[in-house]
C-alpha cells in the first residue's frame, strides 16, 4: 500500500512539473504545406503563425518569442486571433508592444479572435479599448484583416489572405452552434478558386465549411490545443466545453488542402496544459 501511495504521488509531482513546463516554454512547430496552385513558387514561401498569446510574455517584452521567430526568417507573420485577453481588467499593452515589433521582420497580417472581436462589438463595456489597441499595432505597419483580404504574389503565383469574423454566437458556452456557407461569404464574399486562398479564422471548429467555401489553407488556434492532449486522439476540451474537437491541434490534408490549427502559445483562466505544450508554428509552403 506505501509502494503504491510513494508511486501515485511521484507520478503526481512529475505531472504537476510538466504542467508548469509546459505553461511557461513553447515549442516550434513546422509543417510542410503542398499544394499543386503553388507550383508556380519556385522556393518555398515561410510563413510564421501565431494565435492565442493572450498577453503572456516569453521572457522581458517577449524577447525569446520574438528571436525565435527572427530566427526563422520567415516571408510573411500571419496573426489568428487573441493576442491580448478580452477582458475589462486585462491591459492590451503586452500584446501591443510585442506585434508592434514584429513589421522589423517582415510583413504582418492579423485577424481577430474571439477576444478582440469582444472588445470592438462591446463598446459599452470596453469603450475605445479595442480600436485604441488596433490604431497602435496598424501605425507600426501591421495589416488588420477584418472580414477583409489582401492580394498577394507569391512570385508568378496570385494569393489570397482573408481574414474571417464569424458571429459572436459561435463562441457561445455549453452550446453547439454552427456557420452556415452563406454566413462566410456574407462575411468574405465568394472565393477567387483562380488564387491560393489563405483564411485565417480563428475558431476550427467549422473548418470543414471553411474548406467548402474555398480555402486552399486553413488557419486557426482558440482551442488551445484542447487543454490536455491524449496519445492517438488528440485535445480533450474546448473553450465551449464540448469535448474532443475534430480539430484541435495539428496539420490535416484533405483533397489537397490543408487545416493547421495551432496549440496557441498563452491560457487565460484556466491555465492549464498538459501533453499539450505552447507553440509558434511555421509554415513551408510550395508546390508539388
Known sequence: MIKWLVLIGVILVLC?????????????????????????VPEEKKIVFLTDLHNYSYGKNNEKLFSAIKNQNPDFILIGGDMPIGKLESPVRVAEKFVCQLTEICPVYYANGNHEQRMKIYTEKFGEKYQEYKNAIEQSGVRFLENEHVDLMFDTCPVQIHGLEIPREAYKKFRKTSVSLEQIKECIGKADLSKYQILLAHNPI????????????????????GVVRLPGIGGVITPQFHLFPKYSGELTVKDGKSIVVSKGLGTHTIKIRFLNPAEMVVLHLKGK
Open 206 to 225: 467549422f473548418a470543414d465549411t471553411y474548406m467548402e467555401w474555398g480555402a486552399d489553407l486553413v488557419l486557426s488556434g482558440h482551442l488551445h490545443g
Open 16 to 40: 504537476i512539473v510538466e504542467w508548469m513546463r509546459e505553461i511557461s516554454t513553447f515549442q516550434i512547430t513546422h509543417y510542410e504545406i503542398v499544394s499543386e496552385k503553388l507550383n508556380k
